[in-house]
């Protein structure tokens, strides 16, 4: 920008070149030329009788000077097109980021978040915690408050987190954990293993059996179904969280400190 500056501003008497602002002020548009001639002509016939040599003087020089010009525009071209050059694309650049910007603000979407005054605690219902917010976001995402409410979290969502689908459960799950509690249960070891939460199904029971291979309780085999929530392995230790109706977890509630708990997955 410097160089261009001096020799914007340099003096021909030392250069031995006129200024740069010269070279682009100094070309007349081809419109500018033929109004020009016409005016000429229009002074000729004014003082004299017009003739067919002026016409053809007329014609000649108009495209004489159309040449003339488009070769001092190649001149200039060649000798400062770095200079034009800047002055074209630094405009064209600022206009295309600005229809760039406004282009990205009109397809923006917004997408569904946690209230900044809100936060969803696991297993929580939602319902008017979220809202529809400018956030960045990655596959998954709810653009509708419909898609979300009455559905429950599955993991902690703070304030102004965007809700993704893993981390909520399925409209059809949601309708059957209503009014159910929500228990952890500990697995035998071994089991759940070809379970992928969230999902239904099935509770087992069996009574644990003594070192002598008899059984600790005569009480009978117990099946119920759940919603199975999440599993958790820490070490060699499995627990299950499971949405079980209150009338089962009564009747199994007593069992569980004698009872081995296994889960199968329920077919459908």
Request: proline share 4%; charged share 20%; hydrophobic share 45%.
């Amino acid at each position: 920008m410097a160089l261009l500056i001096a020799e914007f501003c340099d003096d021909a008497g030392r250069s031995g070149h006129p200024k740069l602002a010269t070279y682009w002020r100094g070309l007349k548009t081809f419109p500018g030329l033929v109004r020009l001639y016409l005016d000429a002509l229009k002074q000729a016939q004014h003082e004299r009788r017009l003739t067919f040599k002026d016409l053809r003087e007329a014609a000649w020089n108009i495209f004489r000077q159309a040449f003339t010009r488009l070769w001092r525009l190649l001149y200039n071209w060649r000798r400062h097109w770095a200079d034009a050059l800047l002055i074209i694309v630094l405009p064209a650049l600022l206009i295309a980021v600005w229809f760039r910007v406004e282009s990205a603000k009109s397809r923006s979407v917004q997408f569904v978040a946690v209230k900044s005054s809100a936060n969803l605690l696991p297993f929580q219902r939602i319902n008017d915690e979220v809202e529809l917010a400018s956030v960045p976001t990655k596959s998954g995402a709810f653009t509708s408050l419909d898609q979300v409410r009455g559905r429950y979290a599955l993991v902690t969502l703070s304030s102004g987190t965007p809700i993704l689908s893993n981390q909520i459960l399925s409209a059809a799950l949601s309708n059957k954990i209503q009014n159910r509690a929500i228990v952890t249960i500990p697995l035998r070891t071994g089991t759940a293993r070809d379970l992928s939460p969230p999902c239904e199904a099935v509770l087992f029971l069996s009574p644990r059996e003594t070192k002598s291979g008899e059984s600790s309780n005569s009480s009978p085999q117990q099946s119920v179904e759940v919603v199975l929530l999440g599993i958790d392995k820490t070490g060699e230790t499995t627990t299950a969280t499971v949405a079980m109706v209150k009338e089962d977890l009564d009747k199994l509630g007593p069992l569980l400190a004698s009872h081995d708990a296994f889960l199968l997955q329920l077919a459908r």
